[in-house]
């Protein structure tokens, strides 16, 4: 058991805001897959450690979390052992429907509980818990896609709610929206649409103008100052966040000045980055959630295995989500920025030292959680390392946006 460890992965609405998180069982093995021998074992770990040993609010703060169940807990041979309120029960699709199961579900509707359909791929399949489950999830990978409108009409006319699962692109991400569907999963959020020749607007400009300048190695803290200073929401927030208790100052700081000397020349790259990439407009808020979880991985990653310049980690994080923030090709963005050759070759091609920590965290937020980390770290350290940046975000983020 002690093996078995949780991970999350963001489910948005259609404004692209998260509302919820699956909490995800993964087992570690050679092959980077969930290896899940007892489903019953694996749902009862994710429980007991999500609730009595971490806390379903340091992990899912004020969202809802989605819980795989298996058919013991459906059909009420293992009780469920939390409220209805800020759980949604999943039904796995290899569960077989039968009377009991059938049973089980509408008791469980009865409690109260909110139940959702995983991994759906037709309407026949799932015909008989259509009137007491409230959410399917409809598997794009499995899915044809001229018969999407179809299954899309059909749940629709059962006022159920719709979730697209594995959302891999913004294509995927776009026809999903147009069919009307309220939830998306997946990974598209990372990969950004890309217009052959566009134009890059304004507000991007300055951000990466900005950025440039940050990353510059002939940059000084006087040049640092000057873009802190030409905007006064941009100084508050900076004077906030070293105020924060990550910095653990005895007396709060007043000044510019006094924040670049207690926070370092290369964190204060990082944190301008993270306020600038803020400002970005009409891009989804987890993406800095995503960053900053990346960087804080990176970082504490390097440091448990001795990597020398941990800061450069937490960079690496940091700017990995450039691409889907601007709208460009990572490669496109590296040729207008000045960093190291080794930063540059870990974000294009997760090469080198930075490029595996980096490529690895990346595996983890995706629930991959393989072999990569297991030669260097131990697995009980990861968690407590991913657990512990979640924390940190949260820390970070309610500083920042205030």
């Not at 429980?47 to 009595?52: G, H």
């Not at 950004?192 to 103008?209: A, E, G, H, T």
Request: proline share 3%; net charge negative.
């Amino acid at each position: 058991m002690s093996e078995l460890l949780i991970a999350r992965q963001p489910i948005f609405n259609r404004s692209l805001e998260v509302v919820a998180y699956e909490l995800l069982y993964r087992s570690t093995g050679s092959t980077g897959q969930a290896k899940v021998i007892d489903g019953d074992l694996a749902t009862t770990q994710v429980i007991v450690d999500t609730f009595s040993e971490i806390g379903l609010e340091s992990i899912v703060g004020n969202k809802i979390a989605f819980i795989n169940m298996t058919r013991n807990f459906l059909v009420g041979k293992i009780a469920i052992p939390f409220a209805p309120n800020q759980v949604i029960l999943e039904i796995l699709e290899d569960i077989v429907i039968d009377k009991p199961l059938i049973l089980g579900i509408e008791k469980l509707d009865q409690q109260g509980f909110t139940l959702a359909l995983d991994d759906v791929i037709s309407a026949i399949q799932i015909e008989p818990l259509l009137n007491v489950t409230a959410i399917v999830k409809i598997d794009l990978m499995q899915v044809d896609r001229q018969l999407l409108p179809a299954l899309v009409s059909h749940y629709k006319q059962h006022g159920l709610k719709l979730l697209a699962e594995k959302v891999e692109t913004s294509q995927d991400y776009d026809l999903c929206h147009r069919l009307g569907f309220e939830l998306f999963q997946g990974y598209f959020l990372c990969k950004p649409k890309v217009i052959i020749s566009q134009r890059m607007d304004s507000s991007r400009l300055v951000l990466l103008r900005s950025l440039a300048k940050l990353q510059d190695p002939e940059a000084t803290f006087e040049s640092l100052e000057e873009i802190i200073e030409m905007d006064v929401n941009l100084g508050y927030k900076l004077l906030k966040l070293v105020n924060s208790a990550y910095y653990y100052m005895p007396t709060e700081i007043s000044s510019i000045r006094q924040a670049i000397a207690i926070i370092g020349f290369e964190q204060l790259r990082g944190w301008i980055s993270l306020l600038l990439m803020m400002a970005v407009q009409n891009k989804p808020h987890e993406l800095t959630v995503i960053a900053l979880q990346r960087a804080r991985m990176c970082e504490q990653i390097a440091k448990a295995t001795h990597q020398t310049g941990p800061e450069t980690y937490f960079l690496a994080g940091l700017l990995s989500i450039l691409d889907a923030l601007m709208d460009v090709p990572m490669i496109e963005i590296m040729n207008k920025l000045t960093l190291a050759p080794e930063l540059v070759d870990g974000l294009l091609n997760h090469k080198g030292k930075i490029g595996r920590i980096l490529e690895s965290v990346i595996l983890y937020e995706q629930g991959n959680l393989g072999a990569i980390f297991t030669t260097d770290i131990q697995t009980a350290t990861i968690q407590k390392i991913y657990l512990d940046s979640i924390t940190w975000v949260n820390e970070i983020l309610s500083k920042v946006r205030a």
